[in-house]
């Protein structure tokens, strides 16, 4: 056995830079001065450097006045934010706004000070919002002032938490500034009193890219939500995977993203560290506004967007509608989007990128390629396969299909036939690290190695996946299963019908038969049973799975992200109204 000195001398080569000597031997190097830890903040003071007066953000404040800042001032403005957060020894930060500048600034400032984010859907309950600011231990709070009101309940069980309330104005000191901007302004001053280090006196690199850069937390439709821990590795790559699959810098311009998606979903799908590592300009939005999206579309330099296919649904169908001169790339997700849906983006030069993913994995980790042979078909069978979920993406590993109800932890993939149905799995670079101070969820998570989806799909012979149903959203009728999305799919080419939701309703002949709820078109009408009539004698439906019942809404029941709430449709199935 080696004496203790030389134990102890090995031991502290752990601790050496990656570049050092080793203890052992002063003339050798570890060989890893070729490495450097990887955070998506480190595109932020990147691209102040290479363009500094570049254009990186345009909003429209809540006063009213149109808001234009440079990669200069976004990146003093989030260095302003670090130095805040150092100086005062916050660790882990709460956001609780929309969209906008100050939620940017903070996403980068947070994890510049070493700080990890807590970004809260301000659409919750205030009682799920207390229980994730308390769940995560939050040591202070940045809110928006529309929303300060949210906070009632958490400020009574944690009174000593404090808030940083942005005002959202234009100015950025004086009467209309807030505390927002005046910690921004103490981050900056404390930094010139302190040596004035800026970018290099903060973690713009972190100090082990596994740490924590964010815990953003599911929706909790059906449970408490869980949080999911996101690391500065997983970060970045999920972010240099967008820049390329969404074609972030495909174009010879400057990238435009409008930001329509909540930038607390999934950190925006990492898009706040993607649009900037291409130096691109962030057009933020308080709220989904169909009219100013149109405007925006039509007058400024938009290039790109995400929205979920009930936003886009809305969007096309809005009378402010019209074809774009150039094309604009929309990624597309949260629900499984339909053929239909793409030809109508199409037509307006809206041009789909379909991708598809969880909070668990950054946002989008698979993407339907857009094949040159599919020009060559007809057009209902070339939408029908942009409207598949696709191969994994390029900074992650291959996606597999597996069958279900095996043991637990047994991986075995189904045919790629196109027909046998299985779950969804993922694995590599962006898949999340685990879930907050939860082991068991965790474990669930990661059974056999894999991060599981729990979306049922089907496998088609070039290896591209088709999702047909969560696994609680199948319809069991008469022996034969039944796709929710499918039969949505088909009800929504019916020329009124604007939107469809389905569930399962109880039959006492054939088990299960599918209800659907429809919203229709602005200025058409329609009674339920026309659609039945339509979907038994005129639609490509087959008869198993027309439904039983249609009941025409004024809007579907949706989650921030645009996913129809099938819990709650459930429940008014069964005639309980009393959730929206």
Same mark, same amino acid.
């Given at each position: ?64 006045? =149109? ?27 709460? *956001? ?34 207390? #229980? ?31 808030? *940083? *309330? ?21 981050? &900056? ?82 898009? @706040?560290?993607?649009?900037? $590592? ?14 100013? =999206? ?39 997700? $949260? ?36 094949? @040159? ?20 993406? /390029? ?11 095996? @043991?637990?932890?047994? %991986? ?11 779950? *969804? ?19 669930? %998570? ?18 591209? $996946? ?8 199948? /319809? ?10 499918? &039969? ?88 309980? #109204?009393?959730?929206?």
């Amino acid at each position: 056995m080696s004496p203790p000195l030389s134990r102890l001398q090995a031991l502290t080569t752990h601790f050496l830079p990656s570049a050092s000597p080793t203890a052992t031997d002063p003339t050798k190097y570890t060989h890893t001065h070729h490495i450097h830890t990887l955070s998506p903040t480190s595109f932020l003071p990147r691209a102040a450097e290479i363009e500094p007066d570049a254009e990186a953000i345009v909003h429209i404040t809540s006063n009213g006045a =149109i808001l234009r800042r440079t990669y200069t001032e976004f990146g003093d403005r989030s260095r302003g934010l670090a130095y805040f957060l150092l100086k005062h020894g916050f660790k882990r930060i709460g *956001i609780l706004a929309p969209n906008t500048p100050a939620f940017l600034e903070s996403i980068f400032g947070i994890a510049a000070a070493g700080a990890v984010n807590v970004a809260v859907n301000y659409r919750l309950k205030t009682e799920d919002i207390s #229980y994730i600011f308390t769940f995560s231990e939050v040591d202070v709070i940045i809110v928006d002032q529309e929303y300060l009101h949210l906070l009632d309940d958490f400020r009574k069980q944690r009174p000593g938490v404090p808030f *940083i *309330i942005d005002t959202d104005t234009d100015a950025t000191s004086g009467e209309l500034s807030g505390p927002f901007d005046e910690a921004v302004l103490e981050g &900056l001053r404390w930094d010139g009193e302190n040596g004035a280090k800026g970018w290099k006196g903060l973690k713009a690199q972190a100090d082990d890219e596994d740490d924590m850069i964010a815990i953003p937390f599911t929706s909790g439709t059906t449970a408490k939500p869980k949080g999911v821990v996101y690391t500065h590795r997983g970060a970045y790559l999920a972010a240099l995977g967008n820049v390329i699959e969404s074609g972030l810098n495909f174009h010879t311009g400057r990238c435009g993203y409008l930001w329509t998606l909540p930038m607390f979903h999934a950190m925006g799908w990492t898009f @706040p560290w993607a649009v900037t $590592a291409v130096r691109g300009t962030h057009y933020c939005l308080r709220k989904i506004d169909y009219p100013l =999206i149109w405007k925006l579309l039509k007058t400024e330099n938009i290039t790109h967007f995400n929205a979920a296919p009930t936003v886009n649904t809305l969007l096309c169908a809005s009378k402010d509608a019209s074809k774009l001169p150039n094309p604009v790339r929309v990624t597309v997700a $949260a629900s499984p989007p339909t053929a239909h849906l793409f030809e109508q983006m199409t037509n307006l030069n809206l041009y789909p990128v379909h991708v598809y993913g969880l909070t668990e994995t950054y946002g989008p980790i698979t993407k339907g390629y857009h094949m @040159p042979v599919w020009d060559t078909l007809p057009l209902k069978e070339k939408y029908a396969r942009m409207a598949r979920q696709g191969h994994g993406f /390029i900074t992650g590993l291959p996606i597999r299909i597996i069958k279900p109800d095996q @043991p637990d932890g047994v %991986l075995i993939d189904v045919a790629k036939d196109g027909k046998e149905i299985g779950e *969804i799995i993922f694995f590599g670079n962006i898949c999340a690290k685990e879930y907050l101070k939860d082991d068991e969820a965790t474990r669930k %998570l990661f059974a056999g190695g894999a991060l599981h989806s729990g979306d049922l799909a089907v496998w088609h012979e070039d290896g591209s $996946a088709q999702i047909l149903d969560r696994a609680k959203d199948i /319809i069991i009728s008469g022996g034969e299963n039944i796709s929710s999305v499918a &039969l949505e799919a088909m009800l929504v080419q019916h020329p009124s019908v604007l939107e469809a939701g389905v569930v399962a309703v109880s039959d006492s002949h054939w088990g299960e038969r599918p209800k659907a709820f429809i919203t229709v078109k602005e200025g058409k009408e329609m009674k339920g049973e026309e659609l039945i009539k339509w979907a038994k004698h005129e639609s490509a439906i087959s008869k198993f799975m027309v439904p039983r019942e249609v009941e025409v809404v004024k809007e579907l029941p949706k989650t921030s992200t645009g996913k129809v709430k099938k819990n709650v449709l459930r429940k008014w199935a069964k005639g309980d #109204y009393s959730e929206k």
